[in-house]
């Protein structure tokens, strides 16, 4: 198992895991906002496939991307929204989530972010909430992340 920085030649696999992931929710992203999303990306590599990915970005502290634009500019923040995280059906209940996720705190840590947030969707938030993160309710999540996506972060 290998975990590294995302490369060009990455971003087929990550466009399918991405769109077996969320386009049944109806929320799957073109490949171009998904690369503009990803200033800070890794992805995990088993037996030399992608069997997962986090994608996260400079943002402002609770609010969250438009899903339907790439992004132009990077926003100055001391907050890292985790954009998107996905390890493959077939690889999932198997501590790989935690995996990505400690890799971009470290990550985040070692850029001087003091937070990472994120919307949590498809009734993820336990998930969420067992890595630390805590929700937000009071702060209006755009309907294009789906029903019941709930805005949550944690200081790092």
């Known amino acids: 198992m290998l975990i590294r ?14 769109a ?6 109806g929320l799957s992203e073109d490949l171009s906002v998904l690369k503009s999303r990803a200033q800070t990306a890794f992805v995990l590599e088993l037996d030399g496939t992608t069997a997962g990915y986090v994608l996260a970005l400079p943002w402002r502290p609770f609010h969250c991307p438009d899903l339907g634009r790439p992004e132009r500019e990077i926003v100055a923040s001391t907050n890292l929204h985790l954009h998107d995280m996905v390890v493959a059906d077939e690889h ?22 003091g937070r990472i947030s994120l919307v949590a ?3 993820r938030e336990k998930f969420w909430s067992a890595n630390g993160f805590r929700p937000h309710p009071q702060i ?17």
């Open 5 to 18: 920085a995302v490369a060009d030649e990455d971003w087929d696999s990550i466009a399918t895991l991405e």
């Open 92 to 113: 999932r209940r198997r501590g790989l989530g935690r995996l990505l996720l400690s890799r971009l705190v470290r990550a985040a840590k070692d850029a001087g972010y």
């Open 121 to 123: 969707i498809g009734g």
């Open 20 to 25: 077996g992931a969320y386009q049944d929710l």
């Open 140 to 156: 209006t999540v755009p309907s294009c992340y789906g029903p019941g996506a709930l805005y949550m972060s944690t200081a790092i």
